[in-house]
């Protein structure tokens, strides 16, 4: 499992492997892909399509980023408009954008948050709804928005004349950035890889990807051994309040490490939707390419349907 609080900067990589085989259009293809099979998804209660069924397009975007927003733990205000509905709103920190701009490893998909515009714009558009965004920012974890119903664009001068507009923020303060969304959104980009371009190219994205962001863990185990990297996957599994599913052991130069379900694959379910045939690559490339990296030895036991494995990394 990858944490779904580390998915942000696998979604950059992403869009730069797929930049490599086709340029910025073929980031866009899936932007769309994502935007058709997940935001704009019925079947799962959590997309915005199924907000703006149960609460109209306007409406229903409103109530979809209050819960997003508020599983990520971002610092917003916000000019909300009852009376000509509209939105003008915006971010004075967001910890997706906050995170890649703070790593010194690796560098951030250099139009990463176009993907927001992208996204929601093509669902929205469905509804009669626009959505402008500014990204002037976002070097600074900063953007804004302004969402209103087609046909009814706010003045320029809304803010200060209207009678009507109330201001509220929403801070990062006492919350926990765990949007458990974000593993549907990660397994979807390895479906969407391995249904493009091949099972091949999967593996190769999940190797390049692991031994890019994970180069400083890598280099720790490499250090301080076995013990290390047991620290490391408990860690993981506590952040995802799912330590009750976890147990290792380590004995001499073995490490064994066994989950009695896949905390993901459940939450998965719970929103009607199945791990694609690819989510497995999240252990076996993932922590085989971490052992091969170390010169450690990697060996899968099992790995069930409900994602209930065993697997063991020995020092040479």
């Given at each position: 499992?990858?944490?779904?609080?580390?998915?942000?900067?696998?979604?950059?990589?992403?869009?730069?492997?797929?930049?490599?085989?086709?340029?910025?259009?073929?980031?866009?293809?899936?932007?769309?892909?994502?935007?058709?099979?997940?935001?704009?998804?019925?079947?799962?209660?959590?997309?915005?399509?199924?907000?703006?069924?149960?609460?109209?397009?306007?409406?229903?975007?409103?109530?979809?980023?209050?819960?997003?927003?508020?599983?990520?733990?971002?610092?917003?205000?916000?000019?909300?408009?009852?009376?000509?509905?509209?939105?003008?709103?915006?971010?004075?920190?967001?910890?997706?954008?906050?995170?890649?701009?703070?790593?010194?490893?690796i560098e951030p998909y250099k139009n990463y948050c176009e993907h927001c515009k992208v996204i929601y714009n093509r669902v929205l558009e469905?509804?009669?709804?626009?959505?402008?965004?500014?990204?002037?920012?976002?070097?600074?974890?900063?953007?804004?928005?302004?969402?209103?119903?087609?046909?009814?664009?706010?003045?320029?001068?809304?803010?200060?004349?209207?009678?009507?507009?109330?201001?509220?923020?929403?801070?990062?303060?006492?919350?926990?950035?765990?949007?458990?969304?974000?593993?549907?959104?990660?397994?979807?980009?390895?479906?969407?890889?391995?249904?493009?371009?091949?099972?091949?190219?999967?593996?190769?994205?999940?190797?390049?990807?692991?031994?890019?962001?994970?180069?400083?863990?890598?280099?720790?185990?490499?250090?301080?051994?076995?013990?290390?990297?047991?620290?490391?996957?408990?860690?993981?599994?506590?952040?995802?309040?799912?330590?009750?599913?976890?147990?290792?052991?380590?004995?001499?130069?073995?490490?064994?490490?066994?989950?009695?379900?896949?905390?993901?694959?459940?939450?998965?379910?719970?929103?009607?939707?199945?791990?694609?045939?690819?989510?497995?690559?999240?252990?076996?490339?993932?922590?085989?390419?971490?052992?091969?990296?170390?010169?450690?030895?990697?060996?899968?036991?099992?790995?069930?349907?409900?994602?209930?494995?065993?697997?063991?990394?020995?020092?040479?």
């Amino acid at each position: 499992m990858i944490s779904c609080t580390e998915f942000i900067p696998l979604y950059s990589e992403f869009f730069k492997f797929l930049e490599k085989r086709g340029g910025y259009d073929e980031v866009l293809k899936y932007w769309y892909y994502l935007s058709d099979t997940n935001i704009g998804d019925p079947s799962n209660p959590h997309s915005m399509e199924s907000f703006i069924r149960q609460y109209g397009g306007y409406d229903g975007a409103k109530k979809y980023w209050g819960h997003t927003t508020s599983e990520e733990a971002c610092d917003t205000w916000s000019y909300v408009d009852p009376v000509k509905r509209f939105t003008y709103s915006g971010m004075n920190y967001c910890p997706s954008r906050g995170m890649l701009n703070s790593f010194t490893h690796i560098e951030p998909y250099k139009n990463y948050c176009e993907h927001c515009k992208v996204i929601y714009n093509r669902v929205l558009e469905k509804h009669g709804v626009c959505y402008e965004r500014d990204h002037s920012l976002v070097d600074q974890a900063k953007c804004s928005s302004l969402l209103y119903e087609e046909g009814n664009r706010p003045s320029d001068d809304i803010l200060t004349t209207s009678e009507t507009v109330v201001y509220s923020e929403m801070k990062r303060e006492g919350k926990k950035y765990l949007h458990r969304d974000f593993h549907l959104i990660g397994d979807n980009a390895l479906r969407y890889c391995g249904e493009t371009y091949g099972d091949a190219e999967v593996t190769l994205f999940m190797k390049e990807f692991t031994l890019a962001f994970y180069a400083p863990q890598i280099e720790e185990f490499k250090k301080d051994g076995l013990a290390a990297c047991k620290a490391w996957i408990e860690k993981m599994y506590e952040i995802e309040e799912s330590s009750e599913r976890l147990t290792t052991e380590l004995n001499g130069n073995k490490l064994t490490v066994k989950i009695d379900y896949c905390p993901v694959i459940k939450y998965m379910r719970e929103l009607h939707q199945e791990p694609s045939k690819y989510y497995i690559e999240e252990t076996t490339t993932h922590y085989a390419t971490i052992a091969e990296a170390c010169g450690w030895d990697f060996n899968l036991a099992y790995y069930t349907k409900d994602g209930a494995t065993e697997f063991t990394f020995t020092a040479k």
